[in-house]
């Protein structure tokens, strides 16, 4: 029987969302000191970030247990960032265009994600708070990108920038609630042996 509540369920890749996280925070500062990099870097940049974020997502999804909650928001979030990361890619040209929408849509769907993580939590996690504040800020940071679309290519760079950073923040600290504890390994490897 569990005895702890995670939204998330738990996995062994944990590490690789940290990996990822540990990534965006240098290429975060890296764009705040080089602006005149332009969209077509960043775009390059976010469509590789979430073709490999994407990737990790559906192996997450294929590793947390279906019997518990969670792991169908790993499998729509991976999905969604391989469809965009691939299109930022493949065409350079519509992204540099488009890239504040896709930006938007992106912080959407991440920003109401983990504020029906946080409520789902409410009563049995101390830090679901840290949750719905993340998914507050997100949501704040898509509006912007929906309804500034036409800002200065600079403003788009730094705005990136800090978006590059606190995702990266953000996906180090949820790594760490994803990590599963030693129980549930000793309890995973009991479950193998058994079957």
């Excluded at 390059?44 to 192996?59: E, F, K, T």
């Amino acid at each position: 029987m569990e005895t702890k509540f995670s939204f998330w369920g738990k996995s062994r890749y944990w590490w690789a969302v940290l990996t990822v996280g540990v990534l965006l925070i240098p290429c975060g500062i890296w764009f705040m000191f080089r602006p005149a990099a332009g969209y077509a870097i960043i775009s390059m940049l976010l469509g590789w970030a979430l073709v490999v974020l994407g990737a990790i997502q559906l192996v997450i999804a294929g590793d947390v247990e279906r019997n518990r909650s969670g792991w169908g928001w790993w499998l729509a979030g991976g999905i969604f960032d391989l469809f965009i990361g691939f299109l930022l890619i493949s065409h350079l040209l519509l992204s540099e265009t488009l890239l504040p929408y896709f930006f938007a849509f992106i912080l959407l769907y991440r920003g109401i994600k983990y504020i029906v993580s946080s409520l789902a939590q409410s009563r049995r996690n101390k830090g679901w708070w840290l949750y719905l504040l993340n998914g507050i800020l997100l949501l704040l940071f898509s509006f912007f990108f929906f309804f500034s679309p036409l800002a200065a290519g600079v403003v788009i760079v730094y705005l990136c920038a800090i978006a590059f950073v606190y995702w990266g923040a953000m996906l180090i600290v949820f790594s760490l609630d994803l990590k599963p504890d030693k129980n549930d390994l000793h309890r995973k490897g009991t479950e193998i042996a058994i079957g």
